[in-house]
């Protein structure tokens, strides 16, 4: 069974980064684009950024556009999320995500940020 | 960035049917295929429903799925208590960003 298990979260002041971080297993890496998905404390599910399966192509949501920076590792099976310039509508858990064509087919446990002060 | 309308709660009794609406534009359910996702209270979200009406691999037939043009429809039949959770939608639109919908909690009463 496909295996995602995100690290890296926590609590930062705001205006701080953090890097999370998905490894994944039970599956060929390269060969799938890749997601973060994020939800806020009781809302919904909100797209953060997607990266093509050679980490060629990114994508990124209007509310994070030149703050994060989404990248992969192919060799170590590994999915990045830099985040800078953080604040308090930051604040969720974010899950990786795999895509597969057309949907998420698996995603991780979930990282919790948390930005305050 | 687009976001799918969903209604934001619907309820049943045990062993009814419930349906939950999606709602759209041309930018992307209108061109893109629709997915569904379960989530289940402090849990991951999981892909109930791909391709507009296609079930992954131990999936229930008592969900379903379809779309017509800028909208799509989830069906619960058979409702069960351990079917109460959130439910999205989801898609692509043309700028080549993932949409989720608003999310519908399904109470089973």
């Known amino acids: 069974e496909v295996q995602l298990l995100e690290s890296g979260g926590g609590l930062v002041q705001p205006g701080g980064s953090l890097r999370l971080s998905c490894v994944a297993s039970?599956?060929?890496?390269?060969?799938?684009?890749m997601s973060w998905v994020r939800q806020a404390p009781g809302k919904g599910l909100e797209w953060v950024s997607a990266?093509?399966?050679?980490?060629?192509?990114?994508h990124y949501a209007g509310s994070v556009m030149g703050r994060f920076t989404i990248s992969r590792d192919n060799p170590q099976n590994t999915l990045y999320l830099q985040m800078d310039s953080l604040s308090a509508e930051d604040t969720a858990v974010y899950y990786c995500?795999?895509?597969?064509?057309?949907?998420?087919?698996?995603w991780g446990q979930g990282t919790l940020v948390s930005v305050s002060s | 960035q687009s976001v799918l309308t969903q209604p934001p709660s619907v309820s049943a009794a045990p062993g009814q049917k419930v349906t939950i609406s999606c709602s759209g534009s041309?930018?992307?359910?209108?061109?893109?295929?629709v997915s569904w996702y379960q989530q289940l209270p402090g849990t991951a979200p999981r892909l109930l429903i791909y391709?507009?009406?296609k079930r992954p691999s131990g999936i229930p037939d008592r969900f379903s799925g379809s779309k017509s043009g800028t909208s799509a429809t989830l069906g619960i039949t058979g409702l069960q208590t351990g079917d109460e959770a959130d439910y999205y939608c989801?898609?692509?639109?043309?700028?080549?960003?993932?949409?989720f919908g608003t999310g519908t909690k399904v109470t089973v009463v």
């Open positions: 995500a795999r895509e597969n064509w057309n949907q998420v087919d698996y």
């Open positions: 039970k599956f060929t890496f390269s060969y799938y684009a």
């Open positions: 990266i093509s399966a050679s980490g060629g192509n990114t």
């Open positions: 041309s930018s992307d359910i209108g061109n893109n295929y």
């Open positions: 391709d507009n009406n």
């Open positions: 989801g898609t692509w639109d043309t700028s080549l960003r993932r949409v």
